[in-house]
């Protein structure tokens, strides 16, 4: 079964607005991490959020986790039309585990 | 710097005969290595993991099976493929322990 679910399934927005995903998960997670996957490519690593952090920052990414609410949001500032693609949200649990568990994914247009 | 190289990039095979996508990494050891199907729109689903050669673990039972030859190397094979094999296979490579994932391009399977 799938941890993390990311909303909205999809999001369409004007070149220079802000994008905004959420993810949110079930059980008790060590660290929380964001991937992007172009049309037809490998996912690439954002951004890792650990469980004792609440907000990160990567260039025009901001990331913050509540770990009360069990979930996280990637806000995409000033977004361009490079930015269109799918973002997941992957969770990893504690137990010794490290095999993430991904979610659907939100597939983001930005329209230039 | 480390890279991964997956291929063949896209395949087209018929019901039933035999499969194998390859995976190699390079500028690291001792890496977890990881097989992912992506069914269309959906998010990743893992199929294998090995943390050391010849050390396979599987999520999924299924008519596929892996290989982990060389610390470096890692094959998804099938002796008879399904229609329902049909998807997306990604690769990926991690540092031991709580890292990101790095990824292959991926391989586009068709069956007919």
């Known amino acids: 079964s799938q941890q993390g679910e990311e909303d909205p399934q999809a999001l369409s927005i004007q070149e220079g607005e802000n994008a905004t995903m959420n993810c949110s998960y079930k059980t008790s997670i060590n660290n929380l991490q964001w991937y992007r996957q172009n049309s037809g490519r490998g996912l690439v690593h954002l951004i890792l959020i650990r469980s004792n952090e609440r907000e990160k920052h990567s260039g025009r990414l901001r990331v913050t986790l509540d770990t009360s609410k069990k979930s996280s949001s990637l806000l995409i500032t000033a977004s361009r039309a490079a930015d269109t693609a799918s973002y997941f949200c992957a969770t990893r649990s504690g137990g010794g585990s490290y095999i993430p568990t991904f979610g659907r994914g939100t597939s983001l247009i930005v329209h230039p | 710097s480390q890279t991964i190289h997956q291929w063949p990039a896209t395949l087209v095979q018929p019901v039933g005969s035999p499969l194998s996508l390859e995976c190699t990494v390079e500028g690291t050891s001792n890496p977890n290595l990881y097989w992912y199907r992506q069914a269309a729109g959906r998010g990743l689903q893992l199929l294998f993991y090995?943390?050391?050669?010849?050390?396979i673990s599987s999520e999924v039972p299924q008519n596929l099976s892996a290989s982990r030859p060389q610390d470096r190397q890692f094959i998804l094979s099938s002796k008879k493929l399904l229609l329902s094999d049909s998807g997306f296979y990604l690769c990926?490579?991690?540092?031991?322990?709580?890292?990101?994932?790095?990824f292959g391009d991926g391989t586009r399977l068709s069956i007919l």
């Open positions: 090995s943390v050391g050669i010849g050390q």
């Open positions: 990926a490579w991690s540092v031991p322990g709580d890292q990101p994932q790095h």
